[in-house]
């Protein structure tokens, strides 16, 4: 009987290409990969769909969310924020696992300011129904002037929040420590442009000026690499998915001297230390941040 003997080149060429079919890999567009989910008349698709506007006025804000939902990957979007006076809007970007009291979700949330007023970005992360883990920096950019890159990295190791490749968060898996980590539900993507002028600047004192509506946000660049679900039911554990992978499994020493960069110059709150809210440190704030 005779012996297929495949070529190791080939062999990897082949695994490769194996492990490609399980991913979504391609670049996402509007029109393909997502669906609007509040206000279809305040969503403008731009550029046959691989670009959108967002509008707010005082009849509606807006919002789309991802047609297939994920288990680990990357995903990211190029946003470019509403311009001048923004004070009391939120335009936000997560991904939300849809279920109620035990969702897990990855916040992106820009705060609207005063004009000449730094742009903020709260992030929290909800894991199994907990939330209340807020922290907000302050962008080192005016993100309303172009478009900037704002990204999730999520693996079996750590969550990662990015801007333009500068990690501003890192949650990192300590569920040895007994500490709850996202990983069992896939989550959609969603982004929302509303009104919040009760909290969204300086603690709601900032209401919002009506006489400078509508306000536009843009988004474009949309891409999503990650385990469809539902889809092949390995996908998900597969030690060779890229993000997995030992470059992605902690912070290289660059990310990290980025990464206190931002925390000791641009943070202007964390949970972690709201002693108001914690008198003792949750047990993931204590547990290393790298």
């Known amino acids: 009987m005779a012996t297929l003997i495949v070529p190791r080149l080939h062999y990897y060429c082949f695994l490769f290409l194996i492990n490609i079919a399980l991913v979504f890999a391609r670049p996402a567009t509007f029109l393909q990969d997502f669906r609007i989910t509040w206000s279809d008349s305040h969503i403008r698709q731009l550029q046959g769909g691989t670009a959108i506007q967002l509008v707010l006025d005082q009849n509606s804000g807006c919002g789309f969310a991802s047609k297939s939902q994920y288990l680990f990957g990357r995903v990211s979007m190029k ?3 509403i311009p001048g006076d923004s004070a009391g809007t939120v335009t936000a970007f997560y991904m939300n696992s849809d279920t109620d009291s035990v969702r897990d979700e990855l916040d992106f949330e820009f705060l609207g300011n005063r004009s000449g007023q730094p742009y903020t970005v709260q992030t929290n ?14 962008l080192w950019f005016d993100p309303a002037q172009d478009f900037h890159e704002y990204s999730l990295d999520w693996n079996h190791y750590k969550i990662v929040f990015s801007v333009d490749g500068v990690p501003i968060r890192v949650y990192k898996n300590h569920e040895a420590k007994g500490i709850p980590y996202p990983k069992t539900q896939p989550m959609g993507i969603y982004s929302t442009l509303w009104e919040a002028d009760d909290w969204a ?4 004192l900032e209401k919002i000026d009506w ?8 988004y474009k660049d949309f891409n999503i690499e990650g385990c469809p679900v539902p889809g092949p039911a ?5 030690p060779n998915n890229w993000w997995e992978g030992p470059l992605y499994q902690q912070l290289t020493a660059e990310q990290a001297r980025r990464y206190r960069w931002v925390r000791i110059n641009h943070m202007i709150y ?19 941040i790298y």
């Open 79 to 81: 946003i470019k924020l």
């Open 125 to 138: 992360i909800y894991v199994h129904g907990k939330g209340d883990r807020e922290q907000r920096v302050n």
């Open 201 to 204: 600047t300086r603690g709601g």
């Open 211 to 218: 006489s400078k509506a509508p306000f536009y946000a843009y």
């Open 234 to 238: 390995n996908c998900p554990s597969n």
């Open 270 to 288: 964390d949970y972690c230390t709201d002693r108001s809210r914690y008198p003792a440190a949750p047990p993931e704030c204590t547990a290393g």
